[in-house]
């Protein structure tokens, strides 16, 4: 048996999620859903392609945003933290972690 190329690549994923997440859909489900939404769509998705990245999956409070490597993650972190919009929005919203992971 031959062996079979198999493509492999590099990337670094950014996992983004708001904080009290679960004390926000409590006290007002319908507009923490809407203000989750605006966030990812006028903060995250923004700075994910600033940055050369892309959104893969969202769920529920969170997002996991690939990039090509490290460095492009971290500013994108640093530029969503920084963000104007998120103080006249009210909420918190954490980076949790960022980690450079190996693909397969």
Not at 2 to 22: F, M, N
């Amino acid at each position: 048996m031959g062996e079979e190329h198999v493509p492999r690549r590099l990337a670094a994923i950014l996992s983004a999620d708001v904080v009290s997440y679960t004390r926000l859909m409590e006290a007002d489900e319908q507009g923490t859903l809407a203000q989750v939404k605006v966030l990812q769509r006028d903060v995250l998705q923004p700075e994910a392609r600033r940055h050369g990245g892309r959104i893969f999956k969202t769920i529920g409070d969170g997002a996991l945003i690939e990039f090509a490597n490290a460095v492009d993650a971290v500013r994108a972190a640093i530029g969503t933290g920084r963000s104007h919009l998120l103080p006249c929005a009210g909420w918190p919203f954490a980076i949790p972690g960022i980690s450079a992971l190996r693909g397969p």
